[in-house]
């Protein structure tokens, strides 16, 4: 009997010790599990102001000529009132709503209903069914990869218009951008909300689930960690990549259109914005399944912070640059513009070959050569959910062994690029290298507070041989 009893109590001791190391692996993706104040803190503050941040930013253009500062010495000495603003702004429209229907309609046929085709007859395009990474549950989601095709088709059919049909004007988004604003916002906080009910009540995997019991955390970070409708609908594949960066470079071209309209001509700034953010774009879609094993699907939970912030915080504020050319148009000359263009070039090859470094490491297992050699790594462990013990190899050689997180740089020397073809005359395109200074820095911060937990020991072995985050010999 007291063996029995022995037993019982050694295997409820068992049960437990899984459970809490089944927490605390949990717990190294993505979220916290519990709030201190100043995130809290953090998260009101990003929950009532970044809408209004956004409307500033697309505000100051309509009506201050992309002045940041004016606005505000008119409110401060009493030139205008908050109203007077207010009733200037474009309210949402019939119009703009059918356009914006059938625009995230039809981006949702092209992702569900056409399976992709590209990979069929481009060579060395991933595409198709794909497997993402492996889940703190231990699942491993498969994804129906198409962007590619349904940034082509939706390009197409646009210069089809433009150039034959003319059903709308090519100015189209610029001549509605505030009422598609509200929209954008009306669709963001809908999904949001949609994402946090369907993880209380019908969650796609419960084990892929965290509950803080803080509301606001769970509602700007999320609950569920991949929800989806059916098998092929992943909110977050959806909103990452589309409709907001299918429709980046059609903004981008209604800016250069209305250019056109405006003054006749299309500035060489513009030109260089739309080239260098549309190698951006095409980037994202022709990598869209090395995309899948990326910080936003592999450790971020669909929230708020997604799901508003792909549909409005992107689509506006990461096209600043070409919507201050409609409202101040810039003729560089040739030594700025060839500048401009190297730095942008410069920048994506950086990004580009780091991150193809590691995709040819991953790919490989670390049977492959990196600028000619065999490449070095550390190996590391880590436990999933439900206890099962995995393998990962850290690389330390070639860009991997200059910072740990260089692939960064490349993109900041973009960004950079993007507001240098603005000029020097306002701040406001260069809010985008600000933003992402600090995001990118944030990043690297909250990956590895991620990674540290996740690794351990290891990671530490890690930080050892590669001492820079993300500028060699500065940070």
């Given at each position: 009997?007291?063996?029995?009893?022995?037993?019982?109590?050694?295997?409820?001791?068992?049960?437990?010790?899984?459970?809490?190391?089944?927490?605390?692996?949990?717990?190294?993706?993505?979220?916290?599990?519990?709030?201190?104040?100043?995130?809290?803190?953090?998260?009101?503050?990003?929950?009532?102001?970044?809408?209004?941040?956004?409307?500033?930013?697309?505000?100051?253009?309509?009506?201050?000529?992309?002045?940041?500062?004016?606005?505000?010495?008119?409110?401060?000495?009493?030139?205008?009132?908050?109203?007077?603003?207010?009733?200037?702004?474009?309210?949402?429209?019939?119009?703009?709503?059918?356009?914006?229907?059938?625009?995230?309609?039809?981006?949702?046929?092209?992702?569900?209903?056409?399976?992709?085709?590209?990979?069929?007859?481009?060579?060395?395009?991933?595409?198709?069914?794909?497997?993402?990474?492996?889940?703190?549950?231990?699942?491993?989601?498969?994804?129906?990869?198409?962007?590619?095709?349904?940034w082509m088709i939706t390009h197409v059919l646009w210069f089809a218009n433009a150039s034959c049909f003319h059903f709308f004007?090519?100015?189209?988004?610029?001549?509605?951008?505030?009422?598609?604003?509200?929209?954008?916002?009306?669709?963001?906080?809908?999904?949001?909300?949609?994402?946090?009910?369907?993880?209380?009540?019908?969650?796609?995997?419960?084990?892929?689930?965290?509950?803080?019991?803080?509301?606001?955390?769970?509602?700007?970070?999320?609950?569920?960690?991949?929800?989806?409708?059916?098998?092929?609908?992943?909110?977050?594949?959806?909103?990452?990549?589309?409709?907001?960066?299918?429709?980046?470079?059609?903004?981008?071209?209604?800016?250069?259109?209305?250019?056109?309209?405006?003054?006749?001509?299309?500035?060489?700034?513009?030109?260089?914005?739309?080239?260098?953010?549309?190698?951006?774009?095409?980037?994202?879609?022709?990598?869209?399944?090395?995309?899948?094993?990326?910080?936003?699907?592999?450790?971020?939970?669909?929230?708020?912070?997604?799901?508003?912030?792909?549909?409005?915080?992107?689509?506006?504020?990461?096209?600043?640059?070409?919507?201050?050319?409609?409202?101040?148009?810039?003729?560089?000359?040739?030594?700025?513009?060839?500048?401009?263009?190297?730095?942008?070039?410069?920048?994506?090859?950086?990004?580009?070959?780091?991150?193809?470094?590691?995709?040819?490491?991953r790919r490989t297992n670390g049977n492959c050569r990196i600028w000619g050699k065999k490449p070095k790594y550390i190996e590391?462990?880590?436990?999933?959910?439900?206890?099962?013990?995995?393998?990962?190899?850290?690389?330390?050689?070639?860009?991997?062994?200059?910072?740990?997180?260089?692939?960064?740089?490349?993109?900041?020397?973009?960004?950079?690029?993007?507001?240098?073809?603005?000029?020097?005359?306002?701040?406001?395109?260069?809010?985008?290298?600000?933003?992402?200074?600090?995001?990118?820095?944030h990043r690297c911060i909250r990956d590895e507070h991620r990674c540290s937990s996740k690794y351990g020991k290891d990671w530490?072995?890690?930080?050892?041989?590669?001492?820079?985050?993300?500028?060699?010999?500065?940070?």
């Amino acid at each position: 009997m007291a063996a029995h009893e022995a037993r019982k109590l050694a295997e409820e001791r068992k049960h437990q010790n899984m459970q809490n190391d089944a927490k605390a692996s949990q717990g190294q993706w993505g979220r916290a599990w519990e709030v201190d104040w100043f995130s809290l803190a953090s998260i009101l503050f990003l929950l009532i102001f970044a809408p209004l941040i956004v409307y500033y930013f697309i505000m100051s253009c309509a009506q201050y000529q992309c002045s940041l500062i004016d606005p505000l010495l008119d409110l401060l000495t009493g030139n205008k009132h908050l109203y007077d603003i207010w009733n200037r702004t474009p309210m949402l429209t019939y119009r703009a709503a059918v356009i914006y229907s059938l625009w995230v309609t039809f981006q949702v046929v092209l992702y569900v209903s056409i399976p992709d085709f590209c990979h069929k007859f481009l060579p060395g395009y991933v595409g198709g069914v794909q497997e993402g990474a492996v889940t703190p549950a231990g699942v491993v989601n498969k994804y129906e990869i198409n962007g590619l095709q349904a940034w082509m088709i939706t390009h197409v059919l646009w210069f089809a218009n433009a150039s034959c049909f003319h059903f709308f004007s090519p100015t189209i988004i610029f001549d509605n951008w505030i009422p598609l604003l509200w929209c954008a916002n009306m669709l963001g906080y809908a999904v949001s909300t949609f994402a946090m009910i369907k993880g209380y009540f019908f969650p796609t995997n419960a084990k892929d689930c965290k509950f803080t019991g803080n509301f606001f955390y769970d509602y700007m970070m999320g609950i569920e960690f991949n929800p989806r409708i059916g098998k092929w609908f992943d909110f977050k594949l959806f909103f990452n990549g589309r409709p907001g960066i299918v429709a980046w470079t059609l903004i981008n071209l209604s800016f250069a259109a209305k250019q056109r309209e405006l003054y006749g001509e299309v500035t060489n700034s513009m030109i260089l914005v739309n080239i260098l953010q549309g190698i951006y774009v095409l980037d994202f879609f022709w990598n869209e399944a090395w995309y899948l094993k990326t910080i936003d699907i592999c450790h971020d939970h669909f929230g708020w912070y997604l799901g508003w912030g792909d549909c409005v915080w992107l689509p506006y504020l990461y096209t600043l640059q070409g919507l201050y050319l409609v409202y101040h148009p810039v003729q560089l000359c040739t030594a700025h513009a060839v500048g401009v263009l190297m730095l942008g070039l410069l920048g994506y090859y950086i990004f580009r070959m780091t991150n193809h470094q590691k995709d040819l490491f991953r790919r490989t297992n670390g049977n492959c050569r990196i600028w000619g050699k065999k490449p070095k790594y550390i190996e590391c462990s880590y436990m999933s959910v439900d206890g099962t013990k995995y393998y990962s190899k850290l690389l330390t050689s070639g860009f991997w062994g200059w910072a740990r997180h260089f692939n960064y740089m490349g993109d900041l020397m973009g960004s950079l690029a993007y507001c240098l073809a603005c000029g020097f005359e306002h701040i406001l395109p260069y809010f985008y290298i600000i933003y992402m200074t600090i995001l990118l820095t944030h990043r690297c911060i909250r990956d590895e507070h991620r990674c540290s937990s996740k690794y351990g020991k290891d990671w530490k072995r890690y930080t050892v041989a590669v001492p820079y985050r993300l500028l060699p010999g500065i940070f």
